[in-house]
């Protein structure tokens, strides 16, 4: 089983560049980010794990910059977001985006994508609350468009574009219905989010991981439903509390990767939280 990381990443914790080198000389599989462009001071929305909201929400790097550097002092080290925001995103831009750090990379990004909890961060981006998960599957479809092989134009609802020379392309090739990176939706169990991820991803990513037993096999349905792939389909159980229990739990139900929690802080806090985790790496995990 692949162990990548995810932590809030701040103007106030390990650099992007320190904490990406440690990775991978560690023999770690991935880097994460969250996204958060702002937190409004006056906001109704309450912190969903309750309580007051953590002090590193208002204070995220943004993520693709972020990536950007981590990719440049790395080799093989996965690089994804969990999650973009993609409803608070022009979608002709982070097409852009996506596509040139995953070229840069080499392909080693992966598009973690979900729907946001901040309604009052969603609106000042102009976002309708109650359908923003339609306006986030045309934004996919916009985008899927620009990165086909040929020019591909996309008429939608809530946005459109022109055939176009759009360069350069992810470096995944399309499989089934999915065109970009690997790319997995966020969100809680349901038919309506299961049938998005069978749509247009190649898996879920499930925050915290609890459940799945129930779950999977509703998801395994719909993909099947889908036409999809049954071998092809990933669930990354993300921002995880590990233990050797629950990560043996994860692979008997056929997960091969888990994204484990970080606290966002310093250097020294940081890498012993990397110590304390590298047990859990499979025997044999090539470092560098």
């Given amino acids: 089983m692949r162990i990548a990381v995810t932590i809030f990443l701040t103007d106030e914790t390990i650099t992007p560049t320190r904490i990406a080198r440690e990775l991978e000389q560690r023999g770690f599989a991935g880097l994460y980010l969250p996204e ?71 392909g080693r990004f992966t598009l973690g994508l979900g729907y946001g909890w ?72 349901g038919p309506k989010l299961f049938a998005h991820i069978a749509e247009y991803a190649d898996g879920w990513l499930p925050i915290g991981g609890r459940g799945l037993t129930e779950s999977l096999p509703v998801l395994r349905s719909a993909w099947a439903d889908a036409g999809r792939d049954p071998a092809a389909l990933e669930v990354v159980p993300y921002a995880v509390q590990p233990t050797p229990g629950k990560l043996a739990h994860y692979a008997d139900l056929g997960i091969e990767e888990v994204v484990v929690q970080l606290p966002p802080a310093g250097e020294r806090e940081v890498l012993q939280a990397l110590d304390a985790y590298g047990p859990l790496l499979p025997a044999g995990t090539p470092r560098a």
């Fill in 118 to 189: 901040n309604v009052e961060e969603a609106a000042d981006h102009g976002v309708t609350w109650r359908t923003r998960r339609e306006l986030v599957r045309d934004r996919m479809a916009l985008m899927r468009a620009l990165w086909a092989q040929e020019p591909t134009g996309y008429a939608g609802e809530s946005g459109s574009v022109r055939a176009s020379l759009a360069h350069p392309k992810p470096v995944q090739k399309p499989r089934g219905p999915v065109v970009g990176p690997r790319t997995l939706v966020g969100g809680a169990a």
């Fill in 36 to 106: 958060h462009t702002h937190i409004p001071v006056e906001r109704t929305t309450p912190y969903p794990a309750g309580g007051d909201l953590p002090r590193e929400y208002g204070r995220t790097l943004d993520p693709f910059v972020a990536l950007g550097q981590a990719a440049a002092v790395t080799e093989r080290l996965g690089l994804g977001t969990g999650i973009t925001l993609v409803a608070q995103h022009d979608p002709i831009d982070l097409a852009k985006q996506i596509a040139t750090l995953d070229h840069l990379s080499g």
